[in-house]
């Protein structure tokens, strides 16, 4: 089961009327937890099989939920996440009022109930605090396996966190769509290339499917073992502006490499 490091009550602070003003999105957790994990060695990717926050080290997979209240909708996901690991949290903001508040005392008991961990957000302060108010405890479930392996590839296939875990309104930067954006980006920088020529600019042993599939209709054959990006294509480059400008700055690097 996940050690991570509880906050102790210190942290615990009470939420300003600026603050509670604020309209929060669930994509406001994301960052807070995120930065928590990171901290602690692991590696987190938002939104990883519908995941909201995914976090691993090692062979540890961490799932969190995120919510803006507690709800019936919370417990349900987090408990279909107990099928990928035994180390699922629920978070949600900081309630103004805890305390010996009999409600807030059988939210926790249901939590430990269901095995599942809690993490509270406060964003009293410029700067949200992360307490873990009670790591899951485990007990031997039947785990499904294959789902399991899928959220690992998964993480292990995208370089970089371009995803806000707990939101439904952006297309998600899968694996497989940062390695079209990857060849995308090749085929833009240096013309009609072969998938062996892709291949060596680190586009991944994939590149010959996803150049033959196009499944976003970017890449079309203008001869014999070569491919070209089409317009479209360039248009799909827009959208993650961020991530192209690092893939540009790998293939220099790489150029300036081979040239020595």
């Known amino acids: 089961m996940v050690e991570l490091a509880n906050r102790g009550n210190d942290d ?16 406001d957790l994301y960052e807070p937890i995120r930065d928590y994990l990171v901290a602690q060695g692991y590696t987190v990717r938002g939104e990883v099989h519908d995941c909201d926050v995914t976090a691993t080290k ?37 309630p103004a009022k805890m305390g010996r508040n009999t409600h807030w005392k059988d939210i926790k008991r249901l939590l430990r109930r269901l095995e ?10 410029k700067k949200p605090r992360i307490e873990v108010v009670f790591h899951p405890i485990a007990s031997p479930k039947r785990k499904n396996h294959r789902a399991r392996r899928a959220v690992i590839r998964e993480i292990e296939g995208r370089s970089t966190d371009h995803n806000l875990g707990g ?25 009609p290339l ?6 060596a600019m680190n586009t991944g042993p994939k590149t010959t499917p996803i150049l033959y599939n196009d499944v ?45």
């Not at 995120?66 to 699922?88: G, I």
């Not at 599942?116 to 302060?125: E, N, Y």
């Not at 952006?170 to 090749?186: D, G, P, Q």
């Open 12 to 27: 615990m602070v009470k939420k300003s009327p600026k603050a509670a003003k604020a309209k929060l999105l669930e994509t």
């Open 58 to 94: 090692g062979e540890e997979l961490i799932v969190v939920e995120l919510k803006l209240r507690f709800n019936m909708e919370l417990l349900y996901q987090a408990t279909q996440r107990q099928r990928l690991s035994d180390s699922v949290y629920v978070a949600f903001p900081r």
């Open 167 to 191: 939101s439904n309104r952006r297309k998600i930067l899968t694996a497989y769509r940062e390695s079209a954006i990857r060849i995308a980006t090749c085929l833009d920088t240096h013309g």
């Open 194 to 199: 072969s998938p062996k020529e892709l291949r």
């Open 216 to 260: 976003y209709g970017w890449f079309e054959r203008v001869g014999r073992g070569l491919y070209a990006l089409r317009p479209i294509g360039n248009e799909g480059l827009t959208e993650y502006p961020e991530l192209v400008t690092q893939i540009r700055k790998d293939l220099d690097n790489l150029e300036q490499i081979d040239s020595k």
């Open 116 to 125: 599942l961990g809690l993490i509270l957000v406060s964003f009293a302060t």
